[in-house]
């Protein structure tokens, strides 16, 4: 899924509005949550005026798709808890920018890269639901499985995003942004702060985000097809 027009001081710029956003927020209340916020929003905006129509399609998917699961993973399951017992409101923004990285990425990682991170999260997952210290990890890797089989044309995009994602959950559970409850509320699962394949959750985003996006192109084209008059 390339996406137009993105080039390295793009890159930068999310990568230092993640690192830097996550950073403030944890020296900040409220009101310096919803600052953050504004800016992460205020980035999202410039990034969607650089990619086509199509393209802007696919990432208001990931933005719908990631505030939904945000809402439900969060404030309804309780899995993780983000520090002010909310979702703040850069958090659907800062998912919009790790797809948009993980698709930058995507571009310069080979297909046995991709493989490797598979097989190395799988291992891991198996090892840790084995050794007990982590039993979620066994619905986070039914998660990256089905992912890859339904999604084959972007491996590279789930390697990708789920490398930068396990990154972006070390770094925010070391600032306290959020925190991972170790038994999972519900189920009896166990699991640690981060789980070592969180990344999954976000390789299953870009899963959902590419099959709506080509469902969105299939109902285009019917459309399209219906109102088009015949050849002469």
Known sequence: MPLTRLGTPHVVLMCATLALGLAVDVRTGIGGQIAIGAVFWGVLFYMLRRVEARERQALVACLAIATAAELFLSLAWGLYRYRLDNV??????????????????????????????????????LAAAAGGWDTLSLLFLAMIVVS??????????????????????????????????????????????PPGVSGALYSTLDALVAASTALLARADRRIVGCVSPPSA
């Open 148 to 193: 890859w089989i339904a999604a084959p044309r972007e491996r590279r995009l789930l390697a990708s995003t789920f490398v930068l994602a396990l990154g972006l959950e070390f770094y925010g559970t070391w600032l306290g942004t959020w925190a991972w409850s170790h038994s999972v509320p519900v189920t009896g699962w166990t699991t640690t702060n």
């Open 88 to 125: 703040p409101l850069f958090v659907p923004p800062g998912h919009v920018l790790m797809f948009l990285l993980g698709t930058f990425l995507a571009r310069r990682v080979h297909e046995r890269v991709a493989w490797a991170v598979f097989a190395g999260a799988v291992a891991y997952g």
